[in-house]
């Protein structure tokens, strides 16, 4: 079982994880762009020093400067809020990381670069200048660029342990605040591309990452109280994924839906539809998610209900598939 039996929350995700991580390896730095507190590494900054690169409000220098760290034979660490890394500084993501800082055209993939993309989607109250609703969708298209989608603070330390290990870029996106625990850390083993199985039935197959795995998961609990039978499957890794298991999940059901917190363009349910498309005739693909278009401000449950992502809407909706 990978769940856990019982809910615990992660106050600070990140805070842990990165101070463990560089107490352990001394050639590990995490970079900041005057967001440390807000994307949680103050630990290290207070404790660790010497491993704590403060850059200021300049998202371009940010990752350029972890290129050339990296460069040094160091593993950088490039924290703040995923529309930063990406957007704003989207050339800087692609060439100074994604090929190890202009290595050439030839190249497979540069030395060990890691951004992680705090309040992504609609995690950030802040409206469409701090959301980044097509950030998994950016980075995919960057050569040979890992792409993780974390739903809780288990698999969020285990993406960043695997990522250290992995040379190239890999972007993860990033949990902070009180953060639900749901999965289970004594049963659950990452794997970069693995997929993981969460619930089991016939019917409608629902494939969900991220912090949708967390809706998900509060959807199927609806779904099981009124007997409509499903599976769920969570997808953490974006890029690579296993192809095979996708599409062995999604052709053991007569319909798929897929739910992410990210624009239905580009994401998860782009994905699930390429591979599904590119074996042949397949289920039916339904995708929730973000829509093409300005999602409000406010909490994240706010902005769920606005969107009809709120976990009675999911069910509904996966209910009126199952009919």
Known sequence: MLLTGKRSFDPAPFDAISYDLCSRRADVVILSADLSKYCQVVRVKNELGDQHLEVGMAEQNLLSVAAGIAKGGYIPIATCFACYITRRAYDQLM???GTGSGAGANIERGPTNIAIGFTPGIANPARIHHQAAEDLG???AIPNAAVIDPMDPTDFRAAVEAAVERPGLTYIRGHRGMTP???DPEAFTFELGK???LRSGSGIGIIATGH???WALEASDRLQDRGVEHSLLHVPTIKPV???EIA???FAHDQVVTIENHQIVTGLGSLVAEIVSDIGSGPRITRLGLPNRWAPGGTMPYIRKQLGLDAE????RIEGLAR
Not at 313 to 316: D, E, G, P, R
């Open 95 to 97: 060439i100074c990381m």
């Open 248 to 250: 062995e999940f999604a």
């Open 195 to 197: 997929t993981y199985r």
């Open 181 to 183: 625990r749901l999965l």
């Open 138 to 140: 950016m980075v995919r």
């Open 242 to 244: 296993n192809e095979n």
């Open 313 to 316: 809407a999911l069910a509904k």
């Open 212 to 214: 949708a795995s967390q």
